[in-house]
């Protein structure tokens, strides 16, 4: 165990295992938690670069990782487990990364799809006065006008986004309406 950084162990300088850290860092004791992840985020950092297959988010999984241990220290049952605990916290949050990209890859490609091929200036002007006169619209006047009118959900799923009742985003739609209106001159 050369190499790694070493805790005051009583009246001298001893490295201690896992296990003995563990229930250290259990204890709130941060040094024994800064030991283990001295100890272990390189390996959790290998271990991520191969299931993501690069390294382009590779740091904040692995914080991301150990800060999530660190929460959670507590709840390990069983010390000698660390290792395979910590990958279990990686494997999770790599599991969120490569959704995430997922999501971004298919979201890219259907923007694509609807993306203008050609644009004209006029649409360009009048898209930017709706965003203008949105912008003086309160938040729970904007969302639900925004869900309803340009993402074209109906009634009751606008409602139960916006987490209120059928007649209540009725009248927000309504409200905020009657605002982008006058704002824009169309009374």
Same mark, same amino acid.
């Given at each position: 165990? +050369? =190499?790694?950084?070493?805790?005051?162990? =009583?009246?001298?300088?001893?490295?201690?295992? @896992?296990?003995?850290i563990v229930? #250290?860092a259990?204890?709130?004791? &941060?040094?024994?938690?800064?030991? $283990?992840? %001295?100890?272990?985020?390189r390996?959790?950092?290998?271990?991520?670069?191969?299931?993501?297959?690069?390294? %382009?988010? +590779?740091?904040?999984?692995?914080?991301?990782?150990?800060? @999530?241990?660190?929460?959670?220290?507590?709840s $390990?049952?069983?010390? /000698?487990?660390?290792?395979?605990? +910590?990958? !279990?916290?990686?494997?999770?949050?790599?599991?969120?990364? *490569? !959704?995430?990209?997922? /999501?971004?890859?298919l979201?890219?490609?259907?923007?694509?799809?609807?993306?203008?091929?050609?644009?004209?200036?006029?649409? #360009?002007?009048?898209? @930017?006065?709706?965003?203008?006169a949105?912008?003086?619209v309160?938040?729970?006047?904007?969302?639900?006008?925004? +869900?309803?009118?340009?993402?074209?959900?109906? *009634?009751?799923e606008?409602?139960?986004?916006? =987490?209120? %009742? $059928?007649?209540?985003?009725? /009248?927000?739609?309504? &409200?905020?309406?009657?605002?982008?209106? /006058?704002? *824009? =001159?169309? &009374?």
């Amino acid at each position: 165990m +050369l =190499g790694f950084p070493r805790l005051e162990n =009583g009246g001298g300088v001893a490295v201690l295992d @896992d296990t003995e850290i563990v229930i #250290r860092a259990q204890n709130a004791d &941060e040094q024994a938690f800064t030991e $283990l992840y %001295s100890r272990h985020a390189r390996y959790v950092a290998g271990v991520v670069y191969r299931l993501m297959g690069n390294d %382009s988010d +590779l740091d904040d999984v692995v914080q991301e990782t150990f800060v @999530d241990a660190a929460d959670g220290i507590a709840s $390990l049952k069983e010390p /000698r487990a660390l290792r395979g605990w +910590l990958v !279990a916290i990686a494997v999770r949050r790599v599991h969120r990364v *490569l !959704a995430r990209r997922r /999501r971004r890859t298919l979201f890219s490609f259907q923007m694509m799809e609807v993306a203008a091929r050609s644009s004209d200036p006029n649409d #360009r002007s009048r898209v @930017d006065d709706l965003y203008e006169a949105l912008d003086q619209v309160p938040p729970d006047l904007r969302v639900p006008w925004i +869900l309803h009118r340009v993402e074209q959900m109906n *009634l009751p799923e606008t409602a139960l986004a916006c =987490g209120v %009742s $059928l007649a209540t985003v009725k /009248r927000r739609i309504a &409200e905020a309406q009657e605002r982008i209106e /006058r704002r *824009l =001159g169309h &009374e």
